[in-house]
């Protein structure tokens, strides 16, 4: 059979999910291909969304008009801030997500939308003419022609899944591993390395002793993910608990006991693991000072007896398993229902592509997720999303959308995957982002909303709702900015509960609200003209007045950089740059910077390399680079 279609993304993870959806929102026959429908949006670790900095990445996808942020606000079962003990570029929502009920909204959102194609069946090659993809082949022997196609492989691609010594090559939750397309791909000399992750052992929940745990519920005012939730639009639910205990000195005991058996330590395993959720047995090693390590114990839905045993990933033995799992605290008679395993498989390497996320060598072939070397669900739909948007563009023959380092998280994470590549399962992290304090999660609409709106992926009514939000932030700064508090008995005995200073003449509000005890919201008794705005208003003016000097000094910062990053390059024989490094020409040949700024965050390439690629740009083009 032959199909004609214009986009097709293969996979239907979370970065597979972004990618179909914006693409078919963006008015473009779109179909998805996945190896079995109920794979959809598969929580095969932990059943959760969001967490620190992850949390950004879910703002800024639904800030563009993506899915997950509305899917988790759906299908929740707890919901955090995290890091509300420290200033509001590190608060970061997390929410625990019922991985069924998130799986089922996910596809039915795929089935429902416009101009998509859901189909069940597995991509064994991928067709290119003259160096641009052309469409693809199916297992089943079907051609789907297409000028641009999005491979959303996650950790299926020549999977094997390993505990003790047993292996099989199967993806996550025995799911089917992609083989062929594998192959194929490397054929077409995609470069290729083995990744390892983990997951640890699901138990019974009737089995656990919850006496001996730390219950952890979710936020009395839970936030909601999505920016159409926002001012009153949603229902906050009953939330189910969260628990915490401890490793013991005897669970570390047993797993050194059996360290041996250990695929990661007896070298059945090739793939490099993840740095920042390592394996139990990893953490008992490399931390031999600790004596012990936190366990969350947290439930995967509300109508599952299935618990998730958060930090004890592990690939040891069943029968060390048990043992294991028994001597934690509240677990002693725990009923494993899902052991633990380790998953190996195939990633790219991130720098052939484009920022676009497009394939260097090949036309119209992108790549999103966690074969690009990153590791995380919100990570994948962050690059699904973009190399969706860019799959479009590249078909209506548009300059490609790209986030730039001072725009978004997003920006961050594909500029260090494509200019940096990584070694490791890569995890998004506050530190990584220079302009963090601009890149909050709560203004992530007032960055993005506009930008997904222009690319058509927010809808007219959410746009008007986004421009009403922006005119009372600035119309309420506006007036702030002018309010002056009198002295008076009232208000400067409210001032020395608080521990303040009292006043002896008027005041700026605007200064009052500095004031590391005061805040927006508690000095509204004392302004009597202040309209009644939305929380998340409200938020913004404090936010904004408060951080006021930090911000000014961020956005100078932010200046500098897009200097450097607007001084675009030509295209250059870098080897032939004489006072250059060896190594800094090879690497600059290899990434292909398209300006300064890109070239001077390119691992290798040193401020050294940078003044001597000035120099000679200034003695070829006679322009002076500043």
């Not at 959308?401 to 399962?425: A, N």
Request: net charge neutral; with cysteine; proline share 5%.
């Amino acid at each position: 059979m032959m199909v004609k279609t214009e986009i097709i993304i293969i996979g239907a993870g979370h970065a597979g999910c972004e990618a179909a959806l914006a693409a078919a929102r963006m008015g473009k026959d779109t179909v998805v291909f996945v190896m079995d429908k109920n794979q959809v949006a598969n929580m095969p670790c932990n059943p959760n969304i969001g967490g620190t900095s992850k949390g950004h990445l879910v703002k800024e996808i639904d800030a563009l008009g993506g899915q997950m942020g509305k899917n988790i606000d759906k299908t929740y079962i707890q919901s955090r801030m995290l890091n509300t003990g420290k200033g509001p570029a590190v608060h970061s929502l997390r929410a625990q997500a019922d991985k069924y009920k998130y799986a089922a909204a996910m596809l039915a959102t795929l089935q429902t939308q416009p101009k998509l194609k859901l189909v069940q069946d597995e991509v064994v090659d991928i067709a290119v003419e003259n160096g641009c993809v052309t469409g693809v082949v199916t297992k089943s022997g079907d051609t789907y022609t297409a000028k641009a196609v999005v491979v959303c492989g996650g950790t299926y691609f020549r999977s094997r899944c390993i505990h003790g010594d047993i292996s099989r090559d199967t993806g996550p939750n025995g799911a089917a591993s992609s083989m062929a397309l594998s192959a194929a791909l490397k054929k077409k000399g995609i470069a290729m390395f083995r990744f390892k992750t983990g997951t640890p052992a699901r138990i019974a929940r009737d089995s656990i002793d919850f006496t001996k745990l730390e219950e952890q519920p979710g936020d009395l005012d839970p936030t909601p993910f999505s920016f159409t939730n926002t001012n009153g639009g949603w229902e906050p639910k009953e939330q189910i608990s969260c628990y915490l205990t401890y490793t013991t000195e005897q669970t570390h005991k047993i797993i050194l006991a059996n360290i041996h058996r250990s695929p990661m330590y007896s070298g059945e395993i090739e793939g490099t693991p993840t740095r920042y959720c390592p394996s139990i047995e990893d953490k008992v090693v490399r931390f031999a000072d600790k004596d012990r390590h936190q366990v969350f114990i947290e439930p995967e839905g509300t109508d599952t007896n299935e618990m998730y045993i958060g930090g004890m990933s592990t690939s040891l033995p069943e029968d060390v398993q048990k043992e294991m799992y028994s001597s934690v605290p509240g677990l002693e008679n725990c009923r494993i229902l899902q052991y633990g395993y380790a998953i190996e498989y195939d990633a790219i390497d991130a720098t052939t592509l484009h920022l676009s996320l497009e394939h260097k060598g090949i036309g119209g072939l992108f790549f999103a997720g966690q074969m690009n070397g990153s590791s995380g669900y919100e990570e994948a739909a962050a690059q699904g999303i973009m190399a969706g948007i860019n799959a479009v563009l590249s078909l209506d023959s548009k300059e490609p959308f790209i986030i730039d380092r001072s725009q978004g998280y997003i920006g961050v994470l594909i500029d260090d995957l494509v200019t940096k590549g990584t070694k490791e399962p890569y995890r998004m992290m506050t530190s990584r982002a220079e302009y963090r304090l601009i890149l909050r999660q709560d203004n992530a609409d007032l960055r993005l909303t506009e930008l997904g709106y222009d690319l058509g992926l927010i809808t007219n009514e959410r746009y008007r709702a986004f421009l009403a939000k922006k005119s009372q932030i600035e119309g309420e700064l506006d007036r702030v900015a002018k309010i002056t508090i009198p002295p008076s008995e009232e208000f400067n005995e409210y001032l020395q509960k608080q521990g303040q200073h009292t006043i002896a003449t008027g005041t700026k509000l605007t200064d009052l609200i500095k004031r590391p005890q005061l805040n927006y919201d508690m000095l509204a008794p004392f302004d009597p003209t202040r309209p009644s705005l939305p929380k998340e208003v409200g938020q913004q003016i404090n936010i904004q007045i408060k951080y006021e000097g930090y911000i000014s000094r961020q956005m100078r910062q932010v200046e500098q950089f897009k200097k450097m990053e607007n001084r675009t390059l030509p295209e250059i024989d870098y080897m032939a740059i004489q006072g250059m490094r060896l190594e800094a020409r090879q690497k600059l040949n290899q990434i292909r910077p398209y300006s300064l700024g890109h070239a001077s965050r390119i691992s290798g390439v040193s401020p050294a390399d940078i003044s001597t690629l000035v120099v000679w740009l200034q003695t070829q083009t006679k322009d002076p680079v500043r």
